[in-house]
């Protein structure tokens, strides 16, 4: 957690670790189970190899999750989330609904001025 900063402030801390890009993306990836490095590149396609590494690393050392060895004949490592990464569930879910609250309002806000605009050009078209 040293790259989190040092804080006796937990909101502080939680904001800091779920603020770097990537973050709660790959989180909201996990909460449908253990995923290989693959998967979860293909689920995530616009970041990188380096950063979506990184960004693994950072949640593990964190401990919201770990790496797990499936048995033969998969015997292939996967990211799952811990029992403190499972504790945040409910502020994903929770945040995934505000977002798409967020992009309809900011959807219906750029209609509407779209629409205001298409109206004044035509009022002053005439």
Known sequence: MRRWGHTDDPLL???GILSAKWILRIM???TQGPARFSGSRAAIPAVSANIL???LRDLE???IICKEMLPPPANCQVYALTDLGEAAR???VAIEQWASCFAD???RRGQAVKDSGAAS????AS
């Open 121 to 124: 050009h035509s009022r002053s």
């Open 13 to 15: 801390m939680a904001v």
């Open 28 to 30: 909201s990836v996990l």
């Open 53 to 55: 590494t990184a960004r």
């Open 90 to 92: 409910p502020v994903l």
């Open 61 to 63: 050392e964190a401990g």
């Open 105 to 107: 309002a900011e959807y």
